[in-house]
């Protein structure tokens, strides 16, 4: 599972920084990749990557603001005059789905593959399968905006290969029989329970991505304990008052819910374009006070998320 960043920057691009989307890979976990947010020149960063569009197969948009969507029409028709032809699913709050439609009828786009969209109105659940569960609930922006916080399940203990062999059960066919947990009889009359031979489960890795918003209540159940968090970052650490104007946070207000939330790390994007190099530095520094697992992501930067150890497990404060 690994998370790249397809534009970093808050508002309009900037010379260094896209509008906003990032791109959630799980090509490991279900040869998947999904989006969240689709801002302007999205298809443009996606070359400069290893991403397929073709394996895109969700899209989800956290408030419909015009840097976080504007470049879902030429993504999709690209995707189309690309090979794509499986079916993708959209996720995003009422009025995505007018917004696709007209963009791609009065521009006479035709799409090779069928889109579903789910329209968001009700916090909670909104995909659930064997491998990850995908829940949502609003944030405080000047319009409708979310966070989706992402569950993978956990993955299955592996075969005790040492346990095995310890018991002298022959090599074969069996040990698969073993491995799904299934009790197998020898040929020499002995009996044995799958589940004696299999490791502890391993547990899953959860993602929290946060679209633009001002400090709310809702925020801290969707971020407890997850492995990453990504939160804008669009004021610094003396513009408290600005940011509570805008409907934006700073990066020590996000740094603050990181730490009580109890999470892995925090990724900060949406950055201003008034911070440049040492500005950028500075945002990362200050918040690192509070925060010390904090790091302000650039453009095309791929972070992996890797299993937590057993040892480190967050704990997530109630203040």
Known sequence: MEIQFLGTGAGSPSKVRNVSSLALKL?????????????????????????????????????LHGDHIFGLPG???SRANQGGTEPLTIYG??????????????????LSYAIKFVLLRHPGVIFDDQTFKV????????????????????????LLIDKVRAAKIPAGP???SLKAGKTVTLPDGRTFDGHDFIG????????AIFGDTRMCRRALPLAAGADVLVHESTFGP?????????????????????????????????ISARYLGPGVAM?????????????????????????????????????
Do not use: C, M
Request: hydrophobic share 35%; proline share 6%.
């Open 238 to 270: 003396d513009e408290s008052q600005l940011a509570k104007q805008y409907y934006h946070s700073t990066n020590l207000q996000a740094a603050e819910l990181a730490k009580r939330a109890g999470v892995g790390r925090l990724l900060l994007n949406h």
């Open 174 to 176: 069996v040990y698969a």
């Open 75 to 77: 993504f999709l028709a």
């Open 93 to 110: 709050p009422p009025g995505i789905e007018d917004f696709v439609k007209t963009s791609l009828k009065v521009s006479q786009s035709h």
């Open 27 to 63: 090509l490991d976990e279900r040869n998947e990749v999904w989006l969240f947010d689709v801002g302007e020149g999205t298809q443009h960063q996606i070359l400069q990557t290893t991403i397929k569009p073709r394996k895109i197969a969700k899209v989800f948009i956290t408030h």
């Open 283 to 319: 945002l990362e520094k200050s918040a690192r006070h509070i925060f010390p697992q904090t790091h302000v992501v650039r453009d095309l930067e791929e972070i992996n998320i890797p299993f937590a150890s057993p040892q480190l497990q967050p704990t997530v404060s109630a203040k």
């Open 200 to 207: 502890s489960a391993q547990p899953g890795r959860t993602v």
């Open 135 to 158: 829940s949502f609930d609003r944030l405080d922006h000047r319009i409708t905006s979310f966070g989706f916080r992402v569950e993978e399940k956990p993955h299955p203990g592996e």
